[in-house]
């Protein structure tokens, strides 16, 4: 057999092993000495290290493409966003672990081996170019195109060392730039804030009647029809109740997990009519009150910033994505339509199921008033350090009530501040065909005699149907000892 093939494949490897040497130098070796020497094997590659909250901007020149910007922008956001290129009109939001987890990569980065020159990289081939900009000045990270058993050839410069400083650096820089870079780092969830911390979420169709407003006040969640927030429309006023937490923070689960299921680049995007942007099928705003202290008055501020997001017709024969787009058309992606048929539902859905947000504890009176002609009203008044209850009917001298009708009283109480309703529903259910009958009027008083709040009850059947405001609440089942004082107040 001939030893010619292995002692050929011997002979080659000799050669490479050679060029490797005199390219990258041995792995031991120590750098050129010198102001700017090159920057040996074991050494960061930014001394002193990157102050990444200072940076503001990133390009990077990927040969032979034009720079990409990934830009931070202004607080309270803080977010990076990517450019495919610095004059587009379409940015997008880049994963926050992802920078981060990129920019402590470049400040750990060390020397793989030492340089045997500490002359800077060749221009030929165009190298791989990223610049950090900050408020100090540029450091700027060239980068071979090619790599070697693992190695790059490298050179860097930075605002303390303007003259570029040589460096062999491990292969993985390289490949996070260009396999395939930045593109990759955009965050895939639809919206660029966390929903949970908006003061007001809007979710309409088109034509912004359908829907549901949430707004937040004083940590409380209430629920209104869309054109709550703009005021309301003439023959269609406004209508605000209580949420009901856990229906709300379903709500806000599904608009944190809109998740974008393709991008479009500038060859692909559709138009905004293809996409059906021009005439959407949903809306979705949510506004965030950022609160600052002004430095001149050193008064408290507050600025609302406004999140939308618009959506157009089925992005796939399937209808499992919509066309979307953050910015008004200008940019247009895909997001999953399934988590969006969770905010479909009618408005009354989110609606409170108790009658009132008011506390038990809070209670000390509970005044029925019967609907003429009746007028007959019932005072139950509650001693809640002597736990007990007293009743005066039509205006008499108050009875402390027996155990028995304590319990009844206790459990009135609890029907209007505990209990929910089967069903929810804006005006009397069944609409101007209702067959509800008015039969009275209930206040709940605080101790002091403090109004707290107001119903009006009506009979529907066996069904007891409380309204608070336009809200009504049906109830199949409500207290015997209620129904009782009811039927007694008719008479």
Same mark, same amino acid.
């Given at each position: ?117 500490? @002359?800077?990289?060749? +221009? ?61 780092? @955009?965050?895939?969830? &639809?919206?660029?804030?966390?929903? @949970? ?17 949430? /707004? ?65 099928? &949903? ?88 609907? /003429? ?49 089967? &069903? ?11 067959? /509800? ?18 119903? +009006? ?35």
């Amino acid at each position: 057999m001939s030893t010619r093939p292995a002692i050929t494949a011997l002979l080659l490897t000799l050669l490479l092993a050679i060029g490797a040497y005199f390219v990258l130098g041995p792995v031991g070796g120590g750098g050129a000495s010198g102001a700017h020497a090159a920057i040996a094997q074991g050494d960061r590659i930014f001394t002193p290290s990157l102050d990444t909250a200072a940076i503001t901007a990133v390009t990077l020149v990927v040969p032979p493409a034009g720079p990409q910007v990934i830009e931070r922008a202004l607080p309270p956001g803080n977010r990076w966003f990517w450019r495919n290129t610095p004059g587009s009109t379409r940015r997008y939001a880049i994963d926050d672990t992802r920078m981060r987890g990129f920019l402590r990569m470049l400040n750990e980065a060390k020397g793989v081996a030492s340089p045997q020159s500490a @002359r800077p990289l060749p +221009d030929s081939p165009p190298p791989i170019t990223l610049t950090l900009h900050g408020a100090g000045g540029d450091s700027v990270l060239r980068l071979s195109p090619r790599a070697l058993g693992g190695q790059v050839l490298a050179d860097i410069a930075t605002p303390a060392s303007p003259t570029p400083r040589p460096a062999i650096v491990s292969d993985e820089l390289l490949s996070v730039l260009v396999a395939p870079g930045p593109s990759a780092w @955009r965050d895939t969830s &639809a919206l660029t804030a966390d929903p @949970r911390n908006a003061a007001r979420i809007t979710f309409t169709d088109g034509g912004g009647k359908a829907g549901f407003a949430l /707004a937040r006040r004083d940590g409380q969640w209430f629920v209104s029809t869309p054109n709550a927030p703009q005021g309301s429309v003439p023959g269609s006023p406004a209508i605000t109740a209580p949420a009901e937490g856990e229906p709300v923070a379903t709500v806000l689960a599904t608009l944190g997990n809109l998740t974008i299921t393709r991008f479009f680049d500038d060859q692909t995007q559709p138009t905004v009519g293809t996409a059906g942007l021009d005439k959407p099928t &949903a809306v979705l705003t949510l506004e965030y009150d950022d609160r600052a202290v002004d430095p001149v008055s050193q008064k408290p501020t507050t600025s609302t910033r406004t999140v939308e997001l618009l959506f157009g017709q089925a992005a796939d024969t399937e209808g499992t994505s919509l066309f979307a787009s953050p910015d008004g058309g200008s940019t247009v992606i895909a997001v999953s339509a399934l988590p969006l048929s969770k905010l479909t539902a009618p408005m009354t859905n989110l609606v409170m199921r108790a009658a009132t947000r008011t506390l038990p504890s809070d209670v000390g009176v509970i005044e029925i008033v019967a609907t /003429a002609p009746s007028a007959r009203s019932l005072k139950l008044t509650r001693d809640s350090l002597a736990g007990r209850w007293f009743e005066s009917l039509d205006g008499a001298g108050a009875i402390t009530q027996d155990s028995a009708s304590a319990v009844g009283s206790e459990a009135i109480l609890n029907f209007f501040t505990r209990i929910g309703a089967e &069903a929810v529903t804006i005006g009397l259910p069944g609409g101007s065909e209702s067959e /509800a009958k008015a039969v009275a009027s209930v206040t709940l008083r605080s101790a002091s005699d403090q109004p707290l709040d107001h119903f +009006d009850l009506f009979t529907m059947g066996n069904a007891l149907v409380v309204r608070s405001g336009s809200i009504c609440r049906t109830y199949p089942r409500p207290p015997d000892e209620l129904l009782r004082w009811l039927a007694t107040l008719s008479r």
